[in-house]
């Protein structure tokens, strides 16, 4: 039996106390009013005075995300007007710049405020609004991220135990008890979520535009015609409804898999081990499925005009490789305590490889998704680029080096994939590159170019990272780390290849 | 006198085998060669070979493959004859970079595959028509051979092998 060292304990506790002191820090200096944004405003451009250059990008980029977010046709007509929009690189931010005052289907929106904000600084409120928006939205933008991305660890690690039932594994079972002590991050995980997508729909915040007043409404001041094509999709109540499903189906199965992967220790037969394999195949049809629209409903919908036809995809191998992760870490973590005597180097170089080729995977993907759009160059598609590539691109760009070249030349190594520091290393690159791209998925279309890893975003890790380890090695004390009663348990014990 | 003398014990399930092997070398008896009708996962380990620099000729392989596409498209696409797609610039290749991925990486796997078959041929001395170096054609089936030189040790090893669970020990002149 696992006893969860105090040192640990307290280091979560710490992490939680640290994570909701700067989480609280993030909500209390985020811009109340819009006299605060303007003051800023100010002093930002006193700044950048005499490098107009320097400006200039900024403001467009502000422009193209408000007219974004607000209306699709002045966007459409604005960017294709502008088709020599070739290379998404660099001359991108002239667009914006030069189809906005020359269009007039933007000055004739009602609140086509970007469109002037971009023109002469002569109407500041508009924009200045805006920006308070973003700001206000940073916080809560913030901890979702975190709260999505370890929630979602759980979920990949519980698919990953799910695959390991139905392939009727001989190596991993040594590791089920590891699995399942992550797993049980998705309870709390998930209960946190879904009170935060409670306070989304209740209008605490705009990290979902779809979700704002009027905005199906026609003549209304928000009104859009993309989000009211799909509103009978995309509307608050069918939303709750579908998550509560979701992550109650998800919760299920991981509740009654747990309970009889434990019978099954003191059973005279398999039939519990039957039980779970059943269990198990329906749950990974009911997990594909779901997974695909919650990652529509969680994380492409706030991007709503844009879609992606393989987004689920790209999602599941996100938090795939990241649960893998998060399995071998702790794996590993165990194994230097002096549990786990049973998981030998075979199978900490199985995790390795899995954590190498579900990398690859998630680039091949991340490629295909890119190169699609970047090949057609549709205004509404590419658009969704264009921000990531101008105002993000240190976290974009950043992103491929960490989910790809670090874990490709790390893990390539057949020998590499034995020892513990570089999978403890290569391992931390990977989930930090991950969260980077959960963060590039939720923040261009939430604070937009205001975007910056500071203390809300790193407290809103740090405390659902304390409250992850708190939970999965309380967890792991509850049950003895083999299921000696397991049919493939001899063989996972002797594996050696 | 050290003779050309050799034992095939033969078995009939790998797990076996693999038990046999971890025998033979503890008694330290030279084992020259296995025949099996399938890979046996960590034979090679259990037999001592030194580990395979397959994968080394691999990367290399790669990396030429990965040259020649790029070289190959930049020559195709951009200097002889630059062609406007999708209203791309074709002047430049690290702007159309993207679209040459899916080349460069095909033709990684093409060089890396097949030039990595050629040499695994080439160094098992493996080419059409060659005549089989199988002592026992039961090992192409569902038998596996272990070859063991003799070294005036005849009696002795024929009753060690019988201790390993061979189905079959025999003693071979070979030429």
């Known amino acids: 039996m696992y006893t969860f060292s105090s040192k640990l304990k307290t280091f979560s506790f710490v992490l939680m106390i640290v994570g909701i002191l700067g989480i609280g820090y993030g909500f209390l200096t985020a811009p109340k009013d819009i006299q605060e944004v303007e003051a800023m405003l100010k002093a930002e451009e006193a700044e950048h005075h005499g490098g107009g250059h320097e400006a200039a990008p900024s403001h467009e980029a502000k422009a193209e995300t408000a007219t974004h977010e607000a209306h699709a046709e002045p966007v459409a007509t604005a960017t294709s007007s502008e088709t020599a929009v070739d290379s998404v690189a660099h001359d991108t931010t002239t667009t914006v710049a030069h189809a906005e005052p020359t269009t007039p289907a933007a000055h004739a929106e009602p609140a086509g405020h970007d469109a002037k904000a971009s023109a002469g600084h002569d109407d500041h409120k508009g924009h200045a609004e805006h920006v308070l928006h973003q700001l206000q939205n940073k916080p809560w933008a913030a901890l979702y991220v975190a709260c999505l991305f370890f929630m979602l660890i759980a979920l990949g690690a519980l698919a990953f135990y799910a695959i390991q039932q139905v392939a009727q594994a001989g190596w991993s079972p040594v590791l089920f008890r590891v699995m399942q002590g992550i797993t049980a991050y998705l309870l709390p995980g998930s209960i946190i979520f879904f009170i935060l997508l409670l306070l989304f729909g209740f209008h605490f915040n705009h990290l979902f535009v779809w979700m704002n007043d009027g905005v199906t409404e026609v003549g209304h001041e928000n009104y859009d015609a993309l989000i009211a094509g799909k509103s009978g999709y995309l509307n608050f109540p069918f939303w709750i409804v579908r998550a509560a499903i979701f992550i109650a189906g998800w919760n299920l199965y991981r509740h009654l898999s747990r309970k009889n992967c434990l019978a099954q220790d003191e059973a005279t037969d398999n039939s519990f081990y039957k039980k779970n394999f059943k269990m198990s195949a329906a749950f990974l049809v009911f997990f594909i499925v779901t997974e695909s629209i919650m990652s529509w409903d969680w994380i492409m919908s706030v991007d709503p005009h844009w879609f992606s036809t393989l987004f689920g995809w790209y999602v599941f191998a996100s938090f795939f490789v990241s649960g893998i992760t998060t399995i071998s870490m702790v794996t590993l973590y165990l194994k230097s305590k002096g549990y786990l005597e049973n998981v030998n180097s075979s199978h900490i170089h199985d995790l390795s490889k899995f954590m190498f080729g579900i990398s690859v995977f998630w680039t091949y993907l991340w490629f295909s998704q890119f190169m699609l759009i970047w090949y057609s160059n549709i205004p509404e598609e590419v658009t969704y680029f264009k921000t990531r590539i101008e105002d993000f691109n240190l976290p974009f760009f950043g992103a491929v080096a960490m989910n790809f070249v670090f874990p490709i030349l790390l893990l390539i190594n057949t020998d590499f994939k034995r020892i513990s520091w570089i999978i403890v290393m290569a391992g931390i690159i990977i989930l930090f590159g991950h969260y980077v791209d959960f963060f590039n998925m939720i923040m261009p279309a939430t604070v937009g170019d205001r975007w910056f890893i500071g203390i809300p975003e790193i407290s809103a890790i740090l405390f659902f990272l304390g409250l992850f380890i708190f939970v999965v090695f309380n967890a792991l004390t509850k049950a003895p780390l083999v299921p000696k009663r397991n049919p493939f348990i001899e063989e996972s014990k002797h594996f050696h290849y | ?175």
Request: charged share 20%.
């Open chain 2, 1 to 175: 006198m050290s003779s050309n003398k050799v034992i095939h014990a033969i078995y009939n399930d790998d797990d076996v085998l693999m038990d046999a092997v971890h025998k033979t070398r503890a008694a330290h008896h030279h084992i020259e060669e296995v025949f099996t009708p399938f890979p046996v996962h960590g034979l090679d380990k259990a037999m001592g070979l030194a580990p395979t620099r397959l994968a080394i000729c691999a990367f290399i392989y790669g990396c030429i493959g990965l040259t020649v596409a790029t070289v190959m498209m930049n020559y195709i696409m951009i200097t002889d004859w630059p062609q406007d797609i999708g209203g791309k610039p074709s002047f430049s290749y690290i702007q159309n970079m993207p679209a040459f991925v899916p080349v460069m990486f095909e033709m990684t796997v093409f060089f890396a595959a097949h030039l990595m078959v050629i040499t695994f041929y080439m160094r098992s001395k493996l080419w059409p028509f060659k005549e089989a170096e199988n002592p026992d054609v039961r090992t192409t089936d569902d038998h596996f051979l272990m070859e063991v030189a003799v070294h005036d040790n005849e009696a002795e090893l024929v009753k060690f092998f019988e201790g390993t669970g061979a189905v079959e020990v025999k003693v071979i002149d070979k030429h």
